[in-house]
């Protein structure tokens, strides 16, 4: 098994205003096939890293516009279906009006793309279709935007709520070996072990 991450740069958009931001891209799978979850900014480079593998899916973990606005121009390119949780389809529809996902995610899905099986819980809370990843067999989670280094998602925005986003990660986190690794939506990466023992604190300072 091989795990590859891609650093993109580009714009978020929020409520009418434009931040930057770094979004992690992480590409699962082997020497000859790949599944791609999120797909921001640029398709470019997550191509180049593809490189000569087949690619067999690209799975955005929700909908906000820095995590799916390059997966058409991907997918394109591939031939590659793109799966989403049906929830966010109200973001997605912003970004992309005249394309629809190929795949709805629902919870307890396992996905098998080539060789990679990807279990999906649907953690919602940051957006109501958010969803984490869990590949069991390297004892991988990959979290989108419901957990960070440090904390729990952003909660601040349309359609986001914390009290939801902490009922998630109090399904989620308890069921996970400590040893977990967690590769997140941006930033470095953690493991359950670390973060999971602050569930309560998050709780109680709202954050």
């Not at 770094?22 to 799978?29: D, F, I, K, Q, T």
């Not at 919602?124 to 990843?133: N, T």
């Not at 280094?149 to 399904?171: N, Q, V």
Request: aromatic share 6%; proline share 7%; with cysteine.
């Amino acid at each position: 098994m091989r795990i590859d991450r891609v650093v993109i740069a580009g714009i978020f958009s929020l409520d009418g205003k434009d931040y930057e931001v770094e979004n992690n891209v992480w590409l699962v799978g082997d020497d000859e096939r790949v599944v791609v979850i999120d797909a921001p900014h640029d398709a470019a480079p997550i191509l180049a890293a593809v490189g000569d593998r087949k690619l067999d899916g690209i799975v955005c973990t929700h909908g906000h516009n820095d995590h799916i606005n390059a997966a058409v121009a991907l997918a394109e390119a591939t031939g590659t279906p793109i799966a989403l949780h049906p929830a966010d389809r109200m973001l997605w529809d912003v970004v992309h009006p005249q394309r629809q996902p190929d795949v709805d995610l629902a919870h307890g899905d396992v996905l098998q793309m080539g060789g990679t099986l990807l279990q999906v819980w649907h953690t919602p809370g940051h957006s109501p279709g958010g969803v984490c990843l869990h590949l069991g067999e390297t004892g991988v989670l990959f979290t989108g935007d419901t957990l960070f280094h440090g904390g729990p998602g952003a909660t601040g925005r349309s359609y986001s709520d914390f009290p939801t986003i902490m009922e998630s990660l109090h399904r989620l986190l308890p069921y996970m070996p400590p040893d977990t690794v967690v590769h997140t939506g941006h930033g470095e990466s953690t493991t359950v072990g670390a973060e999971a023992p602050h569930l309560d604190e998050w709780a109680r300072r709202g954050h």
